[in-house]
């Protein structure tokens, strides 16, 4: 039972460099999210899915863009990496009205 | 959503029980309390979450005081694979859980 499976584990970019973060998961959950956590903070979230094909901004948005376009993946892309944005990427999934599930997260750096 | 108030820290002997304050004088009506855990740099761990009545499961007890503005988590024996950073949410359980952490409480339990 694989749950939710976060690829890359590690990463480790160029500013300016584009790359997309994939988020799996096997459990058939509609709803799907993506957080950052900076050190010593908790998580704050990017953007969240309610179904396939369908995503929503969450608390910070910019310089981001996800896709769903199928209900078991959720992708984060960064378009132009930022040192900003070097952070640790968590993915979540859940059922309507029920406690999310998380991924091991993405540890991106952006040099 | 209701704001949550935690110690940044607390510590805890294995083999005892671990409470776990948290205040959220601003709950709404319809809102749940939430327990996640973070283990190190793992993702967040759903713990329990509760309404207005005592809960328990394998893991944990939730007391929610009777005007709610308040919730203790209990781990009831604590073992050292409990040093984590726990976080209390206050979420309406309908719609998309977009999960506000704050800072949590970095719980040490000691040999």
């Known amino acids: 039972n694989a749950g939710v499976t976060q690829t890359p584990k590690f990463r480790v970019l160029k500013t300016g460099q584009s790359m997309t973060l994939l988020c799996a998961q096997d459990?058939?959950?509609?709803?799907m999210y993506w957080y950052r956590q900076d050190p010593g903070m908790g998580l704050r979230l990017i953007h969240y899915?309610?179904?396939?094909?369908?995503?929503a901004k969450g608390e910070v948005p910019d310089g981001y863009n996800v896709s769903r376009l199928k209900k078991q993946n959720f992708l984060l892309g960064l378009e132009s990496a930022a040192p900003s944005q070097t952070s640790v990427y968590f993915c979540?999934?859940?059922?309507?009205?029920?406690?999310?599930?998380f991924g091991d997260g993405t540890r991106l750096s952006i040099l | 959503d209701a704001k949550t108030t935690q110690p940044p820290s607390m510590d805890c002997a294995e083999g005892r029980a671990a409470n776990l304050p948290c205040n959220h004088s601003?709950?709404?009506?319809?809102?749940?309390v939430y327990w996640y855990r973070q283990i190190h740099s793992q993702g967040p761990q759903y713990i329990i979450h509760g309404l207005k009545n005592n809960e328990t499961n394998e893991m944990a007890s939730l007391i929610i005081t009777e005007d709610r503005k308040s919730s203790t988590l209990i781990l009831p024996h604590a073992t050292l694979r409990d040093t984590a950073v726990y976080y209390c949410?206050?979420?309406?359980?309908?719609?998309?859980?977009?999960?506000?952490f704050g800072q949590g409480t970095r719980l040490t339990i000691n040999p």
């Open positions: 601003t709950i709404s009506g319809n809102e749940y």
């Open positions: 899915s309610v179904g396939e094909g369908t995503t």
């Open positions: 979540a999934s859940s059922y309507t009205n029920q406690p999310q599930h």
């Open positions: 459990m058939n959950h509609e709803y």
């Open positions: 949410i206050v979420r309406v359980a309908a719609g998309a859980q977009k999960l506000v």
